[in-house]
């Protein structure tokens, strides 16, 4: 059983780094071939052809890409994630990492919790009031919140509780590194925006798992054996309705991620989101490879733990 | 399960305290917005991110111009009617043609204390033309050829030949030739990228790569110590977003805004509207190098197939000026008749289409790029001239990064461009069109042009400049290497009670900082 797991582990594990291997070589690749040049931004429009020489020198983009890529993972695997070429000239990505990865993941983290009770209350009620009014109110905040797109929430969000009823900041994110409480204040909005769309489609999920749940044969059966409606409702509803949630929330972390990149603008979070939008647009190849070997290795661990939590609620899962 | 149900009373108080939770998110988000004392500025740079260097003669982006114009100064500056006055130059004289003098102001200190010299000035003109450096704006001074120190005071600049637009690229504008101390560039090396030292009103204290910066007033400033002791400028990537945070009253200044948004925040008392045509110009780049845009008339025809007021009005909301030339409206000569050849002229546009060697519907790719509005400037030229002369023009869309490398190359026929922060006549007609210009991307060489170009460069006298530059821009209109499309305003959005700052139509931002006040 306990070496069972830890063959699992293992296998998933190394499925990660091959996974992660191949995504950061299709971005590496990719970024490569899209038209551009980091040392226009960085040397400006007026530079010399012999400047330009040099600032390709200095950092390899003369040599075969193949020799690059090779040189970037042998960097990588030491913890080496290079320099910005041309957004924050020679800065090092570990350091920029380190003051904007905290916000992403506290903006993230905080969507998802969002989401999650925002749905489980709303779901739940959705459920249980089948064709009520509950039901219908839910529901339909739900396919609004879908078709919503999340920038556009996130403005609406601000004229409402920001220059409207000045609740929250209009613009900043403090970091939580900084102060807890200012985080939970000036992340709110942006969080909501984020948590929004995600919690109308859990929502959606965690209702008709629950509806459908609730007509399966062993609930009669407890039914008819006398259990009282809560426990039920726990054990044999909620704990199989669990299942299809949990998956989903996994699979919306990617879209999480998309949406923290729009939302980090909006908003003005120093996070990684928006610093992979100027690095893509400024062809600063060593922060856009970091950004993306981020982005990827959340997604894989998110999966992991989301496999974990399901084989959890669901012992024949293993 | 007992543990996990709440009894009445809990429940109530729990419903209550969730109840005041926005209170008191709100009395905090008051606490921190109500906190605007005049002794801080929050001024956003607003609609850019990117910031690499302070260092002036390495300066490639504007935010990057818009700390050094706070944290240096050159031997001149613009006034607020654009003209040309002594800065850290007490007084400037052309001795003859070629030699330029300027005497400096005495007591100027720089940030690390040490006294402004001659010195100073002769190492920071020749380090921005030392190719080491690497200064995008070595082009702009290769024109001299020595500089002498007759004494601590006194800077002579003696040029190969006459070079009237020098004076320009000696101002505090984005030419580099701010003034640098050179102890400390020696003693700092490349960490002066990001360590500057100046003269100016503001020191930098702290820079958070993405974030923003932080100015210090400067106590020995030689124009007397800044009234606001502490600016602070976030970067704001959103233009949009810099206007929530105006009105959220997390910012008092901006540094650009949004053209959709201007109509309505003129009408809005709250907010402080500044606005003009601005130093830049929006234009259809072409490539007369390759067909169809090597036949003078294919290029003319096109350039009368738009309306142009129509264009400034559905691109930028009304926001900026049809062009009249390819000089913006603050440099050109005034008073000047809209050129046939830049008016909407359906007639004049197919009869020179039909003179062309090219058929209306030969291949056409125009490159657009960008977001919003400099897309639409593709998008409605192309619409409105396939309308009237039956072209085919297709859009091809990239983004600036990959365009702009495709102009430099010459690997495009036409392309959505502009420049913004020229202030020199020659910037625009000598950089664009000369035939060693260095953003000449379209192949234009007509020698009459440039016997032109050389003879605006040697007039000092501005008002003879102007005329000369004028006859090069009809020239030029006749031969339509470019079609000139608009120039766009300018704009910042301040706090109702912010006084003091002077708007130039070249988007200064930071030179202003020393004079405002919160009130």
């Not at chain 2, 949009?240 to 200044?253: C, K, V």
């Not at chain 2, 790029?369 to 409605?380: A, H, L």
């Amino acid at each position: 059983m306990a070496f069972a797991l830890l063959r699992h582990v293992v296998t998933r594990s190394a499925g990660v780094m091959m996974l992660a291997l191949m995504g950061a070589a299709v971005v590496f690749f990719a970024m490569r071939a899209a038209p551009g040049d980091p040392a226009l931004t960085a040397l400006g429009e007026g530079a010399s052809t012999e400047t330009i020489a040099a600032f390709r020198a200095r950092w390899n983009l003369d040599e075969p890409l193949i020799v690059q890529f090779g040189l970037w993972v042998a960097n990588a695997l030491r913890g080496d994630f290079g320099q910005s070429l041309s957004i924050a000239s020679g800065t090092d990505v570990y350091a920029l990492f380190a003051n904007r990865l905290p916000n992403t993941l506290f903006i993230g983290v905080y969507a998802i919790i969002l989401a999650v009770l925002i749905s489980l209350v709303a779901g739940t009620a959705a459920a249980l009031n089948r064709g009520g009014i509950i039901d219908t109110v839910a529901t339909s905040i739900a396919a609004a919140g879908i078709s919503m797109p999340d920038f556009w929430i996130g403005y609406v969000l601000i004229y409402a509780f920001a220059l409207g009823l000045g609740w929250f900041p209009a613009y900043g994110f403090i970091s939580p590194l900084e102060s807890p409480t200012g985080a939970l204040l000036s992340g709110f909005l942006p969080s909501l925006a984020i948590a929004a769309p995600m919690a109308a489609s859990f929502t959606r999920i965690l209702r008709s798992a629950l509806i459908d749940n609730a007509h399966r044969d062993h609930v009669r059966v407890a039914l008819s054996l006398g259990h009282g409606k809560t426990f039920i409702f726990l054990h044999h509803i909620l704990r199989n309705a669990l299942i299809p949630f949990v998956t989903v929330i996994g699979l919306q972390v990617r879209y999480l991620l998309g949406g923290t990149v729009v939302i980090e603008r909006i908003f003005g979070i120093n996070g990684v989101g928006s610093l992979m939008i100027d690095a893509a647009f400024g062809r600063d190849y060593p922060i856009v490879q970091a950004c993306a070997l981020t982005f990827l290795l959340i997604v894989l661990l998110v999966n992991i733990v989301v496999d974990l939590i399901c084989t959890m609620l669901n012992p024949r899962m293993r | 399960m007992d543990a996990l149900t709440l009894n009445r009373r809990q429940a109530l108080s729990l419903v209550a305290a969730a109840a005041t939770l926005p209170i008191s998110f709100r009395a905090q988000a008051q606490s921190t917005t109500s906190q605007s004392p005049a002794s801080l500025l929050r001024a956003a740079i607003t609609g850019y991110t990117v910031i690499n260097t302070f260092d002036p003669a390495k300066v490639t982006q504007l935010p990057e111009s818009y700390v050094v114009w706070a944290v240096f100064n050159a031997l001149v500056k613009f006034n607020e009617k654009m003209e040309i006055v002594p800065d850290l130059a007490e007084s400037y004289s052309f001795i003859d043609p070629t030699t330029l003098e300027f005497k400096l102001r005495k007591g100027v200190k720089f940030h690390d204390g040490s006294d402004l010299t001659s010195d100073d000035v002769k190492f920071s003109l020749e380090r921005v033309l030392d190719e080491k450096t690497a200064s995008p704006n070595r082009a702009k001074l290769s024109s001299i050829k020595t500089i002498e120190t007759p004494d601590a005071h006194t800077v002579r600049i003696i040029t190969q030949a006459p070079f009237a637009p020098l004076l320009t690229y000696l101002a505090n504008t984005r030419t580099g030739t701010q003034i640098v101390p050179r102890k400390a560039v020696e003693a700092l090396g490349s960490k002066f990228d990001l360590n500057p030292v100046g003269t100016g009103a503001y020191v930098l204290k702290e820079w958070k790569t993405g974030s923003g910066v932080k100015l210090e007033a400067f106590p020995d400033y030689f124009d007397g110590a800044p009234k606001i002791q502490t600016v602070t400028m976030p970067l704001i990537g959103e233009e949009s977003s810099g206007l929530t945070a105006l009105q959220g009253g997390q910012i008092d200044l901006t540094s650009t805004a949004p053209f959709a948004s201007i109509p309505n925040l003129v009408k809005d008392p709250k907010i402080k509207v500044y606005k003009q045509t601005g130093l830049n110009v929006r234009y259809i780049g072409l490539n007369g190098r390759k067909a169809p845009f090597d036949d003078p008339h294919f290029r003319r025809a096109l350039a009368m197939a738009f309306d142009r007021q129509a264009m400034v009005r559905s691109v930028v909301f009304g926001e900026g000026s049809p062009a009249t030339g390819l000089l913006p409206p603050a440099i050109a000569k005034p008073g000047q008749p809209v050129p046939p050849s830049l008016t909407f002229n359906p007639a004049a546009a197919k009869a020179e289409l039909a003179k062309s060697k090219y058929p209306a519907d030969t291949e056409i790719k125009l490159l657009i790029w960008g977001p919003t509005w400099w897309r639409k400037i593709g998008e409605f030229f192309v619409i409105q001239v396939n309308q009237v002369l039956g072209t085919k023009i297709q859009i091809e869309a990239g983004e600036s990064n990959a365009v702009f490398g495709r102009l430099r190359s010459g690997d495009y026929q036409a392309a959505v461009w502009g420049w913004l922060g020229f202030i020199d006549a020659d910037e625009y007609l000598g950089d664009l069109l000369g035939k060693d210009g260095s953003r000449n991307f379209h192949g234009y060489n007509n020698p009459a042009f440039e016997a032109l170009l050389e003879k605006g460069r040697s007039e000092v006298d501005p008002a003879v400049r102007r005329d000369v530059y004028r006859e090069a821009e009809l020239m030029m209109l006749e031969d339509m290497p470019l079609i000139p499309c608009f120039n766009s305003n300018v704009h910042n959005l301040s706090v109702p009670g912010l006084k003091g700052f002077t708007q130039l139509p070249y988007s200064n931002y930071g030179d202003q900082f020393a004079k405002l006040q919160l009130g």
